[in-house]
Structure formats: C-alpha cells, structure tokens
C-alpha cells in the first residue's frame, strides 16, 4: 500500500479509509487513521502470519515460496468474497469503477506478502524429517 500510494497507483482505491469509515459507523465516534492502518498491519503480521505457521505443512507445495503462493491465493479470495462487500466496494473490489486493476492490484500484493512470508518461514523452521530405517 506504501508503494500504491508513492507511485500514485490507482489513486481513488483507499481501502484503509474504508476500513476507517466502517469502523467509525462500529463505533459511533470518529476513529483516527492510523488505527485502520495499525488494524490491517496487525492482521497481516500476527493473524495472518499466526495462520500460516499453523496450516504451513497441509498447504499445497514443497517450497516455502509455492506454499506461501497457495496461501495468499486462499487469503485473496476470502477478501475478495467478504471483506470487498463489507466494505462496499462489491465482489473483489468490482464496485470501485476502476474495471480489474483493483482486483490485480490485490492479487499482486497479497502474493507478493505471502510469497514472502512463506519463503521466510521455510528458511527459518525445520520440517520433521521422515524415518527412513
């Protein structure tokens, strides 16, 4: 989202001041932006990353990367199907009036965090070797 914002990529698609005008409705007082920017940071590093830890040995793949590329495709399609129409901008952001590029977009950023994530995580564990007597 940093590189969305300096490069000015799709500009009108702001999915953090969505996130805050929910929040805001939730809980009847103006919320500050940086807690919808904190929200979002949180769940992409501990639950998402807690997630991850706990499912990485049934994830399709035996690379970290091919792993991490399965997860991100499952976590993309949850938001495409559920946090997109929370937040009112339709099925994987098709409501925005911006054709695909916010669905691309999306795509490509969830991967490329996950993709990560999943190389990280097979360099840093150890997976229990099979008994071969």
């Not at 793949?61 to 559920?82: D, E, T």
């Not at 009112?88 to 009036?97: D, I, M, V, Y």
């Not at 969830?110 to 990280?120: E, M, R, W």
């Amino acid at each position: 989202m940093t590189l969305k914002s300096w490069a000015h990529l799709l500009p009108s698609f702001q999915p953090y001041d969505d996130l805050q005008i929910i929040l805001t409705g939730l809980v009847g007082s103006a919320v500050h932006p940086v807690v919808a920017w904190a929200l979002s940071y949180f769940n992409g590093s501990v639950v998402l990353g807690f997630l991850f830890g706990q499912i990485y040995r049934w994830l399709p793949g035996r690379s970290g990367a091919v792993k991490g590329a399965a997860f991100g495709l499952a976590v993309w399609i949850v938001m495409g199907i559920f946090i997109f129409p929370a937040l009112g901008k339709g099925l994987f952001a098709s409501q925005t009036g911006l054709g695909f590029a916010p669905t691309l977009f999306t795509l490509l950023m969830v991967l490329t965090y996950s993709v990560t994530l999943g190389i990280a995580y097979s360099l840093f564990t150890t997976e229990p070797q099979e008994n071969s007597s």
